[in-house]
């Protein structure tokens, strides 16, 4: 469908440079000569269709009519007659009708509907018909509980996607708890409520001051609202209270809870208690130290070297207990005099 042509409505005081009887002296090549009060651009669209506006108090045209310098200016996009973004800053500049309009000085974009989420910057590039919101330099963004910061990212406004460029750290916070993920260009896509990470990532869950446990992995999805992160390629979580260490190629973190899973082969390892498990897939309770290996299992006890093997063993901390079920097998080594 071919979209409805853009109108600026001119509404208030109109300055034309160019008008008097007699010509006047040459003006300077960049000078204005239009000023627009109480101005609006914006794209007609159908109610079914994405639309947007931008207001402001003063337009300033130069003599080229190529470039308007704009004051408080205020953007929105509305989806289906619903609005859904709000754009503000301090100032900026917009080409032609607003085929590309440059923001600058406390500029902010909000996403008013779903999981309502704040995006900052020092610098923001919008282009309304393609959908296109850059943001430069100290980029934050902010949704409940969940922070954002890095250098750059460019916010799809069809798809309610924003992706990060570079380095970028995100925290969540949870009365004393937190959890911290660092990696590089990250993919926030709000409408599903996840972060994904396609680059290596590194996942860290604190209590207070203090690291509770910190997980690597190649690659990584954190479901923002479930507190949920689920690691790929070469995953290694390492708790530190209490001391545990987990590795396997898929991991779901239960970031609340402490716990763990996986479908995938996986070992896990007491050192404090001298336990090494594995097995084809099992879970995991880290906070209390109990674990469920199943599939071709094993048990090591480092203090006597014992192994044991079955379908199905149960490390239980607290009372110090392996249960096996299902071919079970135990080998101890030969006592050497």
């Known amino acids: 469908m071919r979209a409805a042509p853009l109108a600026l409505l001119l509404i208030g005081e109109l300055v034309l440079g160019g008008c008097q009887p007699t010509p006047p002296p040459p003006k300077p090549k960049d000078g204005p000569d239009l000023v627009v009060r109480n101005a609006v651009i914006g794209q007609n669209q159908p109610k079914q269709q994405t639309a947007w506006k931008l207001t402001a108090p003063e337009i300033t045209y130069r003599s080229d009519r190529q470039i308007g310098l704009v004051r408080q200016p205020v953007g929105t996009i509305t989806r289906q007659g619903q609005l859904i973004y709000r754009i503000t800053a301090d100032r900026g500049e917009v080409e032609g009708d607003g085929q590309r309009i440059l923001l600058r000085g406390h500029v902010r974009a909000k996403r008013l509907t779903g999981e309502v989420a704040t995006l900052r910057g020092e610098t923001l590039i919008w282009k309304p018909q393609e959908g296109s919101v850059e943001l430069q330099k100290q980029v934050r963004g902010e949704s409940g509980n969940l922070r954002l910061v890095g250098d750059a990212g460019r916010f799809d406004t069809h798809t309610d996607r924003l992706q990060?460029?570079?380095?970028?750290?995100l925290t969540?916070?949870?009365?004393?708890?937190?959890?911290?993920?660092v990696s590089q260009d990250p993919l926030w896509q709000l409408a599903q409520q996840q972060i994904v990470c396609t680059q290596p990532i590194q996942a860290e869950r604190f209590q207070g001051q203090g690291l509770v446990a910190r997980g690597t992995a190649q690659r990584g999805v954190l479901q923002t609202q479930a507190s949920v992160a689920q690691l790929s390629g070469n995953v290694l979580?390492?708790?530190l209270?209490?001391?545990?260490?987990?590795?396997?190629q898929e991991l779901i973190w239960a970031l609340k809870a402490n716990q763990?899973?996986?479908?995938?082969?996986?070992t896990v390892d007491y050192r404090a208690d001298g336990t090494w498990l594995r097995g084809d897939r099992g879970r995991a309770d880290l906070a209390s130290r109990n674990a469920t290996l199943e599939g071709n299992a094993q048990r090591l006890n480092r203090r006597d070297g014992s192994r044991l093997f079955a379908d199905r063993l149960t490390w239980v901390q607290q009372t110090?207990?392996?249960?096996?079920?299902?071919?079970?097998?135990?080998?101890?080594?030969?006592?050497?005099?």
């Open 241 to 248: 209270k209490p001391a545990a260490e987990v590795s396997s």
């Open 320 to 337: 110090q207990q392996v249960i096996a079920q299902g071919r079970v097998r135990y080998s101890q080594p030969r006592l050497r005099l």
């Open 164 to 169: 990060m460029q570079g380095r970028t750290e």
């Open 172 to 181: 969540q916070q949870e009365g004393d708890r937190r959890t911290r993920v």
């Open 237 to 239: 979580l390492t708790s």
């Open 260 to 266: 763990i899973t996986s479908p995938t082969p996986l």
